[in-house]
């Protein structure tokens, strides 16, 4: 069986893995509950539970010490919050280590990529659900 459902319509905000399961559509939503599913494979190692609706995405990952996101970009701007670990970020040409309670704004077509740096490193991802994968999947 194929993990490609489509994602959540425009209409309906749905609890996606990564815009692959749509879920029951419910204004509410307990990630401790919702599967977590690889956000991009082949392209990103973070992995957790997203929440999709008629114009936003938000996702609460997870990465590995020593994997990442490789260099992309999409259409979508986004913002990236960590919560424990570390991340290094690099936005074009600047690159920094960022840190619980530190954020990195990423606008559209901007390529960049991260690696964390420690074990658990999560993070909350925030795109506009319109044009959030990698130009390239």
């Known amino acids: ?18 815009g692959q399961r749509p879920a029951a559509k419910m204004p509410f939503f307990k990630i401790k509950d919702m599967p977590e599913a690889v956000v991009s494979p082949g392209h990103s190692t973070a992995y957790g539970p997203t929440i999709t609706g008629k114009e936003l995405e938000i996702g609460y990952c997870t ?5 990442g996101a490789k260099p992309h970009h999409h259409p979508s701007e986004q913002i990236i919050m960590v ?5 290094r970020m690099r936005i074009d040409k600047e690159v920094r280590d960022i840190g619980p309670g530190e954020v990195a704004l990423i606008l559209g077509n901007q390529e960049h990529d991260q690696v964390a740096l420690e074990d ?9 659900a319109a044009g959030a994968q990698p130009v390239d999947e």
């Open 83 to 87: 919560l424990a670990g570390r991340l």
């Open 63 to 67: 990465e590995p010490r020593g994997t």
């Open 120 to 128: 658990g490193t999560r993070f909350v991802s925030f795109k506009t």
């Open 1 to 18: 069986a194929s993990n490609h459902a489509p994602r959540a319509t425009r209409h309906e905000p749905r609890a996606t893995n990564h």
